[in-house]
T-cell receptor, first 117, second 113 residues
């Protein structure tokens, strides 16, 4: 079974600076997808960014980018120019491929990101 | 377009009581999911329905049953609630397709006394 590990329970960063959240995963599959979700205090789960395992190019969405190292099974999230609204729990998630997107997600335990003004 | 809706938002039960959590989506999605989130944990998959008429167990199915009533609705039933089922429950859905994201409902906070 696949597992997702987030080794940083909590991270703190000054507003406008850059922070990197770590995620490692374990799988025997070659086809899979990786996601970062944000959960603010409202509890709503919001997709931040996704990465297809078959793509070598790292995904980028505005201030958010990933460092995907397939051989190392590492998938870190970099947030540039941190803003107060970025404060939230961040979850790394994995989904197996080749099932038409029907499989559920496997989540890490999350990293609580604090933004210092 | 309401997205994924869940009812109720909050519920308190006594041990042994039963209840059904309701989930509906209006995005014409094929697949639907139920997760639970416990303090200090990520979400864990309880059950999912890849398409209308099918359901499958996830990581933590014990103590739960599900019904995919139609394409829009996917309910989660606790037949005899236990304190270990105190959690926040999320419903999610996605359109068929490898790269498609899951959309989540707002969650139901359930407390079992």
């Amino acid at each position: 079974a696949q597992t997702v590990t987030q080794s940083q329970p909590e991270m703190s960063v000054q507003e406008a600076e850059t922070v990197t959240l770590s995620c490692t995963y374990d799988t025997s599959e070659s086809d899979y997808y990786l996601f970062w979700y944000k959960q603010p205090p409202s509890r709503q789960m919001i997709l931040v960014i996704r990465q297809e395992a078959y793509k070598q190019q790292n995904a980028t969405e505005n201030r958010f980018s990933v460092n995907f190292q397939k051989a190392a099974k590492s998938f870190s999230l970099k947030i540039s120019d941190s803003q107060l609204g970025d404060a939230a729990m961040y979850f790394c998630a994995y989904r197996r491929g080749q099932r038409g997107g029907a499989d559920g997600l496997t989540f890490g335990k999350g990293t609580h990101l604090i933004i210092q003004p | 377009n309401a997205g994924v809706t869940q009812t109720p938002k909050f519920q308190v039960l006594k041990t042994g009581q039963s209840m059904t959590l309701q989930c509906a989506q209006d995005m014409n999605h094929n697949s639907m999911y139920w997760y639970r989130q416990d303090p200090g944990m990520g979400l864990r998959l309880i059950y999912y329905s890849a398409s209308e008429g099918t359901t499958d167990k996830g990581e933590v199915p014990n103590g739960y049953n599900v019904s995919r009533l139609n394409k829009r609705e996917f309910s989660l039933r606790l037949e005899s609630a236990a304190p270990s089922q105190t959690s926040v429950y999320f419903c999610a859905s996605n359109l068929a397709g490898e790269h498609n994201e899951q959309f989540f409902g707002p969650g139901t906070r359930l407390t079992v006394l």
